[in-house]
């Protein structure tokens, strides 16, 4: 039963309305954002339905396809009730060894794709996928033409209902998503967007609303910074993915938020849900996809549909925030360069 009053938004061009707030599934199965057991990672995708969360986005990659596995086996006997998102592009099978943020090898080939999908299907437990994003693609993936024949088969024969994309983790990647959008039959773009992240993100707003694109917005609390729990003495576990960046990520990071200090002010809502409410200001951005690994997370996130937006002067001066301490350079510059989720 959805308790939670949960709102709900169309996907760009598509007939599938997803939940504003959606469950990114990256953290199951893997240890990168601490470790979450495997009953527990089901039992938090099964409260995410009763909150209303309909659309749960995953990928092969992850975990090598354990995420995948988990989400079909919390989804099972509910599969009409959910809009189920996956991604491919990448080698699951390969036997190098990946170390921090090293990028697994990228095939797009239609051999490829045709394998991934059904490899997919029987992960998840389901005979089709909603919507097939290709994964973290390049120049070279997004105008090639046979990319894109092979996902209008599986439409074709049912495999896949829609296909989006979804952009690298660090900031950038604009001239990738502007060609989709424009020159595919894409419904979806996720990207980064978060209060101290707005570009690319930005460009891509009226882009997406003239090709009938939804926006899909990932690390929306700009990968911890924004729900409130970081300060000077955080650490991370050697195998959390934010211990390969630089300690001067967290401290310039924590220095450069501390005017937006003025939204702990109101009782209305934490600093965590009025991040997720900056990222559904836009009509266009159809839903928003925060890390999840706790219950306490998922209850305090999924209240976030259904609190008041934010007001004129907040917003006026989370953008003037931006302009001031973030437009000229961004908090992903001390990402190592090679894109992995």
């Avoid at 707005?198 to 090709?211: I, R, T």
């Amino acid at each position: 039963m959805n308790n939670n009053n949960m709102k709900y938004r169309q996907l760009g061009k598509s007939s599938l309305k997803v939940s504003e707030i959606g469950f990114g599934a990256w953290t199951l199965g893997t240890d990168w954002w601490g470790t979450i057991k495997r009953d527990e990672s089901i039992r938090l995708l099964q409260r995410a339905l009763e909150l209303g969360m309909n659309f749960v986005d995953t990928s092969d990659s992850y975990a090598s396809g354990e995420s995948e596995k988990l989400v079909g086996e919390a989804i099972k006997g509910q599969r009409d009730k959910i809009i189920l998102s996956t991604k491919f592009g990448y080698d699951i099978h390969s036997p190098v060894k990946r170390e921090g943020h090293q990028e697994r090898e990228q095939i797009f080939t239609p051999e490829h794709i045709n394998i991934a999908v059904e490899e997919s299907l029987e992960r998840l437990q389901t005979s089709y996928i909603d919507l097939y994003q290709l994964h973290n693609p390049k120049m070279e993936h997004v105008t090639d033409a046979t990319v894109f024949g092979a996902l209008d088969d599986l439409v074709q024969n049912g495999k896949i209902r829609y296909y989006g994309v979804a952009l690298g983790p660090a900031i950038g990647w604009t001239d990738e998503g502007l060609n989709a959008m424009k020159s595919t039959n894409i419904v979806s773009l996720q990207t980064v967007y978060n209060m101290v992240e707005q570009d690319p993100g930005k460009s891509f707003l009226n882009v997406a609303k003239e090709n009938g694109v939804g926006i899909l917005v990932r690390v929306p609390h700009a990968s911890g910074l924004l729900d409130g729990k970081f300060n000077a003495q955080t650490t991370f576990a050697s195998n959390d993915h934010r211990s390969y960046r630089q300690r001067e990520w967290l401290m310039k990071g924590l220095k450069k938020i501390q005017p937006l200090d003025f939204l702990l002010k109101t009782p209305l809502r934490t600093i965590a849900q009025t991040a997720l409410k900056f990222a559904l200001t836009d009509i266009g951005i159809s839903s928003v996809l925060p890390t999840i690994s706790t219950m306490n997370d998922l209850e305090e996130y999924a209240k976030a549909s259904d609190l008041d937006d934010l007001t004129e002067e907040e917003l006026g001066t989370i953008n003037q925030v931006y302009t001031r301490e973030f437009q000229a350079e961004t908090l992903s510059y001390l990402m190592p360069k090679s894109r992995t989720k």
